[in-house]
């Protein structure tokens, strides 16, 4: 057991998925995962591990923010020795040509978060996905003819805000969508040596105000969750 997660060595799968919500955890047990069982309700943040294809996989829920996810990617890493993790969440697109529904793979993370800046000692670092995952994820979402787009997203400590300013900056420099988890995957990932990457689903277009319903989003949620499981079977 770690401080956070009750799971016995060997009851986590090397490869996870990473939904922030723990429900959606549940949801990727009972209807993606063969012979799942629940490892973990420490803080209602539910884990479960079953097999996919034959093959074992875990989903982990990690909550919202950098914080958090630290304490659950830095557990999965270093108690129970996880290689490969895969966010999935959503996000707010900030350029025009996104569409609700469409899929990002972050290839690399701006952020407002100062997790680096303790690390490096105020210089900047710049967290990237492992390019293995990044292109069978690629490949994976070309394969199930889903609208997939790759690039930079921007990491927020911050929901809800005073001013859209900083945003708009990011939006002019081409960054495509806005998250608050992914600058803490990728550091720690770097940081221990093992694979990590963000896919995130349009929730909302920022531009537009659009939002996808509790419903849409769960057909959307579905297509993320299958190709997170076949890129982290194929590599």
Do not use: W
Not at 113 to 140: V, W
Not at 141 to 168: C, P, W
Not at 197 to 212: A, D, F, I, R, Y
């Amino acid at each position: 057991m770690s401080r956070h997660l009750a799971a016995k060595k060997g009851e986590i799968a090397e490869r996870v998925l990473l939904p922030g919500d723990p429900l959606r955890a549940k949801f990727v047990a009972e209807h993606f995962l063969d012979e799942a069982y629940c490892y973990n309700e420490v803080r209602g943040m539910y884990g479960y591990t079953g097999t996919y294809k034959g093959m074992p996989v875990s989903v982990q829920g990690t909550g919202m923010g950098n914080p958090s996810m630290s304490i659950y990617a830095t557990e999965l890493i270093v108690d129970y020795e996880v290689k490969k993790l895969v966010r999935i969440g959503t996000c707010g697109a900030m350029q025009k040509e996104l569409k609700l529904r469409d899929i990002i793979l972050a290839q690399s993370v701006s952020s407002d978060s100062n997790m680096t800046e303790k690390i490096f000692h105020g210089c900047n670092y710049a967290p990237t996905a492992d390019f293995s995952l990044l292109m069978a994820a690629y490949q994976q979402a070309q394969s199930k003819e889903v609208n997939v787009f790759v690039g930079n997203i921007y990491n927020s400590d911050e929901f809800y805000r005073e001013t859209m300013d900083r945003l708009h900056k990011f939006m002019d420099f081409g960054v495509l969508a806005v998250e608050m988890e992914s600058t803490a995957l990728y550091t720690l990932a770097a940081k221990y040596g093992v694979q990590a990457l963000s896919m995130l689903t349009v929730g909302s277009q920022l531009l537009t105000q659009e939002h996808l319903t509790h419903q849409e989003s769960e057909q959307s949620f579905h297509d993320m969750v299958e190709i997170a499981l076949n890129t982290v079977l194929g590599n």
